[in-house]
Nanobody, 121 residues
Framework: QVQLVESGGGLVQAGGSLRLSCTAS??????YGWFRRAPGKDREFVAA????????YYVDSVKGRFTISTDNAKNTVYLQMNSLKPEDTAVYYC????????????????WGQGTQVTVSS
C-alpha cells in the first residue's frame, strides 16, 4: 500500500506562515488532497491537485492564502499556508486518490498520520 509521511506542523501567531509536506512511498495514484479536522468538528476538505497539476481546487475559506503544489520526482505534495488565522487551527491530513482531484474524502484511499497546526491570536 501507499504510505504517506507528513511534516511541517507547529505553533504560530496569527498572520504567520507554515509549509506542510507529505511524501508518498510510491506513485500509484492520480491526485493528492489536504484535509483538516478542527477541535469538535468533522474533517473538512482544504485543497486538492491532480498529479499533472492540471486541476487544482481549494475550499473558499483558504483561497488567496493557501497554495497546494507538487514535486513529482519526489512523490511529494506541499501546502503553503500564509496569513494564518486562529480558525485554521486543526490537525491536517494529506491523502492520495485514484480519481481526478476532488473534494470528496470518500474518493481518497491512503492517508497520512496527521500533523497539528495551531494558530494563536
Amino acid at each position: 500500500q501507499v504510505q504517506l509521511v507528513e511534516s511541517g506542523g507547529g505553533l504560530v501567531q496569527a498572520g504567520g506562515s507554515l509549509r506542510l509536506s507529505c511524501t508518498a512511498s510510491q506513485r500509484t495514484f492520480s491526485s493528492y488532497g489536504w484535509f483538516r479536522r478542527a477541535p469538535g468538528k468533522d474533517r473538512e476538505f482544504v485543497a486538492a491537485i491532480s498529479w499533472s497539476g492540471r486541476n487544482i481546487y481549494y475550499v473558499d475559506s483558504v483561497k488567496g492564502r493557501f497554495t497546494i503544489s507538487t514535486d513529482n520526482a519526489k512523490n511529494t505534495v506541499y501546502l503553503q499556508m500564509n496569513s494564518l488565522k486562529p480558525e485554521d487551527t486543526a490537525v491536517y491530513y494529506c491523502a492520495t486518490s485514484l480519481f481526478a482531484a476532488t473534494s470528496d474524502q470518500n474518493r481518497f484511499d491512503y492517508w497520512g498520520q496527521g500533523t497539528q497546526v495551531t494558530v494563536s491570536s
